[in-house]
């Protein structure tokens, strides 16, 4: 029986696909297998021994102690592209609103909703809310995953030129990238062109603050900036500081601060990227299909941590192996097995960064003996059998 932790509220939708014969799930759980999580901050939280995996329902994933799991042999997953299309819709929303002062617009007839002459104020102080049309303006769309695509193509469609940098865009957004949209060289050679620029990108050390004053000094006057991605990869103070000089006219922030909505350029979103009903089943139900798949099979998608593994099953026993990525790792696991007489079936190693991960399959059982020897060589982190 697997036991399951939910974190925080998870869709029904998901949590109906774990088959209730083999899995226990509740929020308060001793000894979970796996960790279900949505927003709930676990960076100091301390994780059992017994989490084989952790799965964000979610494409962000720095709520998670990815290097610590890492280290212990935990998988973490995340859903990229479950909530793409909620997010795309929002970014569309705030192209507009970040152009045509439409926010503007709505508290100042909000403020007139009590006057006798609300029609006739309408018309004398409607040209204060005017703004550019998007047609024939160019969108900068920063990372080109499964979001950054979806915004780039429907940008297409609205009328405006569109330029994109991702230096890691996967073959399949690739595939799914309009053949019209430009590709920039660097960060800088988009900025320097775009009238909006829009963000996303995962946060980690590597991306905070991608965009700070020296970015703003060379994009153009007047524009305009969307972030639905992590806070941190805009500085603040910068950001702020841009948009009083006339820098920058807007910034649309799906994560409002005190700083931040004291300045009247910044249009704050409290957080409502995914926030609709079918991205929370979409990030539950493959948050789960993922989670199932690696207790049951080891199979491996979407990871943050560790590589994409998949070798289908056609022998009863399959030794789970995780490892520092180190010379001589899958010959030293072999070597056991054939020190025990297990004959090797099927077997695919892969590694990503600094860690491996190896799937073999035996039509012989592995004991506990033999597994424990593999566990005592240098760089193992973690050993599992799965029986079929």
């Not at 014969?21 to 949505?38: C, F, G, Q, T």
């Not at 795309?88 to 006057?115: P, Q, Y």
């Amino acid at each position: 029986m697997f036991r399951i932790q939910t974190l925080n509220k998870i869709s029904s939708c998901g949590l109906e696909l774990f088959p209730r014969d083999k899995y226990e799930i509740a929020s308060d759980i001793s000894n979970p297998h796996a960790i279900l999580v949505r927003s709930a901050d676990m960076n100091d939280m301390e994780i059992p021994s017994s989490v084989l995996a952790i799965a964000r329902a979610g494409a962000g994933y720095n709520n998670i102690p990815v290097p610590r799991c890492s280290e212990s042999g935990v998988v973490v997953f995340n859903t990229p592209g479950a909530n793409a299309n909620a997010v795309k819709e929002l970014a569309l929303a705030a192209l507009l609103i970040s152009s045509r002062n439409i926010v503007g617009g709505i508290n100042w007839t909000s403020s007139v909703a009590d006057k006798a002459d609300v029609a006739d104020l309408v018309e004398k102080e409607k040209s204060k809310f005017t703004g550019p049309e998007l047609k024939g303006k160019t969108l900068g769309v920063i990372g080109l995953g499964a979001i950054g695509v979806m915004v780039a193509n429907d940008a297409m469609s609205l009328g405006m030129k569109v330029i994109g940098f991702d230096p890691y865009i996967s073959v399949d957004a690739a595939w799914h990238l309009s053949s019209d949209v430009t590709r920039a060289d660097s960060l800088e050679s988009l900025l320097t062109k775009a009238d909006y620029v829009t963000l996303h990108i995962p946060q980690s050390e590597a991306t905070k603050g991608i965009l700070d004053a020296d970015k703003f000094n060379i994009m153009k006057k007047d524009a305009r900036i969307i972030n639905l991605s992590r806070n941190a990869l805009v500085k603040d103070k910068d950001i702020v500081a841009a948009l009083e000089a006339g820098k920058i006219s807007c910034y649309v922030t799906d994560f409002p601060s005190v700083e931040l909505l004291a300045c009247k350029k910044v249009i704050g979103i409290p957080h409502l990227g995914a926030s609709t009903p079918e991205a929370e089943d979409n990030c539950a139900i493959m948050a789960v299909q993922q989670t199932i798949d690696y207790l049951e099979s080891g199979e491996i998608r979407n990871s943050v941590n560790f590589p994409r593994c998949r070798l289908e099953q056609r022998f009863p026993y399959r030794l789970l192996v995780v490892n520092k990525n180190i010379p001589n790792m899958v010959g030293q696991i072999t070597t056991n097995l054939a020190a025990a007489n297990i004959n090797i079936q099927d077997l695919i190693n892969h590694h990503r960064d600094e860690y491996g991960f190896s799937i073999i399959d035996t039509d012989q059982p592995v004991s506990e003996s033999v597994m424990d020897q593999i566990r005592k060589v240098d760089g193992i982190i973690r050993v599992r059998l799965i029986e079929r």
